[in-house]
């Protein structure tokens, strides 16, 4: 058996469900693969999944696309690559609450913003006001990574960034502010990554990796309610109530189809690499065609 550890980019939840059924069902095994699956609360996110990778405490990790370029383009670069995608399409937000007098981004100027603290982030969520007409005029502040959720649900905050298929769901009193319907052309998250180390050196064990997965989202489109009570046991005890059946059927539009699953475009990189260049948010250079590899499975 072939051991590969796998770091999640967020305390287990719908977005994992294909890794975590495809453990339980043996998709894994079946190619020779003992899959560990590492939860960010393991450290409390004292190491980010792509930081993992560069430690070598995990072979794949889960990470939006502002990492790999991160990790290019650091003092001492790392060569993380993207090898797969969850979401076919962009499942995050910018939210508010709806009883919030905040109906528009513009109308975020002077309020407050709970931050992940990742690389590009605050850029992106001032300039999300900016092109709806405001200043970008935002307090930014930085809870504890895995707080940010509750900081808001505490109205510490007026407003964060969230998945609209796992805390949308757990809370439906929210106003969305999509990015790409305020001409910003986010990009995947999360990605599926590896080391260029692990591409050189185990490309079949990647390939069967990615096969495993593909599996494990596939069955969990076509079984929903045996999948939801498989990602039941590992959701952290503050998530259960969430309804995880309504979870998976909004989410399923955006995994893809047996064809589609895990594929990366890279017109939709280009778009975000070129968003990033002409608002001067990253002014270095990124090839493309250097920063993932396409495997068929």
């Known amino acids: 058996m072939t051991e590969f550890n796998l770091a999640l980019d967020w305390t287990p939840n719908i977005n994992h469900i294909g890794f975590i059924v495809g453990k339980e069902k043996g998709f894994y095994e079946n190619y ?29 990790g889960l990470c939006p ?19 797969g995608t969850i979401f076919q399409e962009d ?7 709806k009883d919030s007098p905040v109906k528009r981004p513009k109308d975020l100027d002077g309020r407050s913003y709970a931050s992940y603290g990742a690389r590009y982030e605050d850029q992106i969520v001032k300039q999300l006001i900016k092109n709806d007409g405001g200043k970008g005029d935002i307090k930014i502040s930085y809870p504890k990574r895995l707080g940010v959720w509750n900081t808001m649900k505490n109205n510490l905050y007026d407003s964060t960034w969230i998945f609209m298929n796992w805390e949308g769901i757990e809370n439906p009193n929210l106003n969305f502010f999509r990015l ?10 999360p990605l599926i990554v590896a080391s ?7 490309k079949s064990g990647i390939n ?13 489109m076509n079984n929903i309610k045996e999948s939801t009570g498989i990602l039941y046991n590992y959701l952290p005890n503050s ?29 939709v990189f280009q778009k975000f690499f070129k968003w990033l260049e002409l608002n001067e948010i990253e002014n270095r250079l990124i090839n493309v065609d250097e920063i993932y590899l396409q495997y068929d499975f």
């Open 32 to 60: 020779n693969i003992n899959l560990n699956i590492q939860s960010p609360a393991d450290d409390n996110y004292k190491n980010s999944p792509a930081k993992k990778i560069e430690l070598g405490i995990a072979h794949f």
């Open 180 to 189: 790409n319907d305020y001409d910003i052309p986010y990009s995947y998250s």
């Open 91 to 97: 499942v995050s937000a910018i939210v508010v609450s």
């Open 65 to 83: 696309t502002e990492s790999v370029i991160s990790f290019r383009t650091k003092n001492n670069p790392f060569n993380l690559f993207a090898i």
């Open 239 to 267: 998530d259960k109530k969430i309804n995880i059946i309504e979870s998976l059927k909004f989410s399923i539009p955006y995994f893809g189809n047996s064809k589609s699953f895990g594929k990366i475009s890279k017109d």
């Open 208 to 220: 069967d990796f990615l096969k495993a997965t593909k599996q494990g989202y596939i069955y969990s």
């Open 196 to 202: 260029e180390k692990l591409i050189n050196g185990s």
